[in-house]
């Protein structure tokens, strides 16, 4: 039986384009060789494409391939965008489809979704914008926003936003993953300079109230064990010290992922329900919950191999 041909696309013209060719590379190494015949597509900064080292147009790349791993990580590869361009080749890919990705990347409309889903779970929430009770049900809880433009004038966002939201406040690009830009943000004067940062990465920045308290995250599996969406093992972060977990954090190995999270059946029920009934996008440290459940790296890229050729 022939290999299936699995082109495993890398690198990418965005902010965390050295993140993607490490993830990249692992998946590289750790799609299972027996069944597949695996090829490294990488995009580089200047926008040419490599097939195993040599330039090579995409619609050449996709005649030759069964199936794009996307390892691409930020603008291009988690925003709709190089889904568009997949879609067009009609070559199948892995991960969520264009709306998803578009949505989940833009956080001001993955909050309106979000806030949108919530309201059409519970009758009580359509008529009090979302009462704390009815967040505290159904899991999901967003926190007070304020969405900002590069183009407005920032001392006057910077007093609403210190006017409408309790300090702390969190200062972030819109349309950006992995922490980039990120900004907390103590004191009003801060509200300003965080945006200024943000505004290198992006035309459109968010302000939210600051959530203290520990952090975790969640992923979810399609067609597991008999289930359409499988919610993973709770994965409890931990920062450093005195830090928050930003880009650099998630990638220097300071910071300590914990699975399962230490937390109680309770919580860690409401958690999965949470991450199931928000479901956009992958998450990026999937491997860690999979092993929990006894799904080794191989096994998982494998499992996604699979779901993109059936989609």
Request: charged share 25%; proline share 6%.
């Amino acid at each position: 039986m022939p290999k299936i041909k699995v082109g495993v696309l890398r690198g990418g013209p965005s902010a965390e384009y050295e993140i993607s060719l490490l993830t990249g590379e692992n998946v590289l190494n750790h799609l299972p060789k027996n069944k597949y015949e695996v090829h490294d597509i990488l995009w580089t900064k200047d926008n040419v494409l490599h097939q195993n080292g040599f330039p090579k147009p995409i619609w050449k790349i996709v005649r030759d391939m069964d199936v794009i791993f996307n390892a691409l990580h930020g603008e291009y590869g988690e925003d709709g965008r190089v889904q568009q361009i997949l879609e067009a080749h009609l070559i199948p890919y892995t991960g969520s489809g264009i709306v998803a990705s578009a949505a989940a990347m833009k956080k001001h409309l993955a909050r309106g979704i979000l806030t949108a889903r919530l309201a059409s779970l519970s009758p009580r929430s359509r008529v009090g914008a979302g009462a704390p009770e009815e967040r505290e049900k159904f899991g999901l809880k967003v926190p007070r926003g304020v969405l900002v433009s590069k183009n407005d004038n920032l001392r006057q966002k910077a007093q609403e936003i210190a006017l409408k939201l309790p300090p702390w406040w969190v200062i972030k690009p819109a349309s950006r993953g992995s922490s980039v830009g990120v900004t907390i943000a103590k004191t009003p004067e801060a509200i300003v300079s965080g945006l200024e940062k943000a505004f290198e990465y992006d035309n459109k920045a968010i302000a939210e109230e600051y959530i203290s308290g520990r952090e975790a995250t969640c992923g979810v599996l399609e067609n597991l064990r008999g289930q359409a969406y499988y919610p993973l093992p709770v994965i409890e972060i931990c920062p450093p010290d005195g830090k928050f977990f930003d880009y650099e954090v998630k990638y220097n190995g300071e910071t300590r992922e914990i699975c399962p999270g230490r937390f109680d059946a309770q919580t860690s029920k409401k958690l999965q329900a949470a991450a199931v009934l928000a479901q956009l996008t992958e998450q990026t440290n999937f491997s860690l919950a999979a092993e929990a459940i006894g799904l080794s790296f191989p096994k998982l890229l494998d499992h996604l191999v699979t779901q993109a050729r059936r989609s």
